[in-house]
């Protein structure tokens, strides 16, 4: 499931700190926002999403903010681990049920 | 596992072959999706099925054949591939027109065109 050869743009954190991760979205009318994982060998997997009518949803360990002046979206894990290494997208649904998938960012965890 | 699985997980076929990717969902989802994922892009949706019906080809080559003889699976047909379309194919679901829950992927064929 890696995006062997995609340039990602990396992250690389120290375990037990914390990870911010960016996105930005395109489209002003995407009503709905997901985070995705993606660890090498599998598919996405979902993490967390929120509503264009929310600024802030929690999870366990992480959080996403949305930004709609801006249009960003941020993804935050708390004391990260190696188990948290891989590929996150985000996505926006803004035109029915059909997501729109960003890059993604390869978040590596030193031990 | 997720609920959605994709066989084969990996698959190498020569230009001429024909060869079919299927997926199978138990999460009771009524829409079903092919994705691609290539090394240099980012995923790329190529078919959608909602309650077995077609209603988004994302202007895919005809070499690329979708079929979904039911809400539970979904099948893509390869025939006269190029070696540019070796890439990582996922397939996946979610609950109808409004998600709650957003997809739900499989674990992907990694196809190779040789």
């Known amino acids: 499931g890696e995006s062997v050869g995609l340039h990602l743009p990396t992250l690389s954190v120290q375990e037990g700190d914390n990870s911010i991760i960016n996105c930005a979205y395109s489209?002003?009318?995407?009503?709905?926002f997901i985070w995705y994982k993606q660890e090498s060998g599998k598919g996405p997997q979902f993490i967390i999403d929120?509503?264009?009518?929310?600024d802030k949803r929690q999870g366990q360990r992480v959080t996403v903010l949305l930004n709609k002046t801006v249009k960003h979206l941020s993804l935050q894990i708390a004391a990260t681990q190696p188990g948290d290494s891989a590929v996150y997208f985000c996505?926006?649904?803004?035109?029915?049920?059909?997501?729109?998938f960003g890059g993604g960012t390869r978040l590596m965890v030193k031990p | 596992e997720t609920g959605v699985t994709q066989t084969p997980r990996h698959l190498v076929m020569g230009m001429t072959n024909k060869k079919s990717l299927k997926c199978e969902q138990h999460?009771?989802?009524?829409?079903m999706y092919w994705y691609k994922q290539s090394a240099k892009k980012p995923l790329e949706l190529m078919f959608v099925?909602?309650?077995?019906?077609?209603?988004e080809n994302n202007s895919v080559p005809s070499r690329f054949s979708p079929e979904c003889p039911n809400s539970s699976h979904l099948f893509l047909h390869l025939h006269t591939l190029q070696p540019e379309d070796s890439a990582l194919y996922l397939c996946?679901?979610?609950?109808?027109?409004?998600?709650?829950?957003?997809?739900?992927f499989g674990s992907g064929t990694r196809l190779t065109v040789v």
């Open positions: 099925y909602n309650f077995k019906e077609q209603t």
């Open positions: 996505a926006e649904n803004n035109a029915g049920n059909m997501l729109t």
């Open positions: 999460l009771g989802h009524n829409a």
């Open positions: 489209n002003s009318a995407s009503d709905y």
């Open positions: 996946a679901s979610s609950q109808g027109q409004a998600p709650n829950y957003g997809y739900t």
């Open positions: 929120i509503r264009s009518n929310m």
